[in-house]
């Protein structure tokens, strides 16, 4: 996995690391398409968290591939600001937020027993849709 794309720093981990990433999209589509779509309140709650969560990722990828800051002032971050760092700073905060996001959505489900009946009412119609 080391080696690298003809001429470019970006490697073949990259790119594994990126179609990850975007089969990551694929269960978050699926689960919008199974709960009617972006209309449903269930839906229009929860897809932001699931937006952070890719920021927050997006961001320590950001960092991982393209060493900033070190890149731009070397020898400067050699101890503490460096890329790697900064990696683990947003992974971790990633982590934390969807901790704390399923924390909040299984109290609301207990407060609210028949949020998950309700949030998938419409679909009576849709075959592919699980019924609790």
Known sequence: FDR???GSRIGY????????IIFGFCP????VYLHGGLSNSHVANWLGD?????GL???AFFFYVTLIPERLYPGAFDLVGCS?????????????FWQRAGVDLLSFY??????CR?????LLGNSSAVYL
């Open 50 to 54: 699931i937006f952070v969560l890719y």
């Open 57 to 59: 990722i997006g961001l």
């Open 110 to 115: 207990r407060m609210h027993e028949s949020s």
């Open 118 to 122: 309700d949030s998938i009412s419409p």
């Open 84 to 96: 790697h760092q900064w990696w683990h700073i947003f992974i971790l905060s990633a982590m934390v």
């Open 28 to 31: 978050t589509t699926h689960w």
């Open 13 to 20: 981990l990259h790119i594994i690391y990126t179609s990850i």
């Open 4 to 6: 690298k794309i003809v």
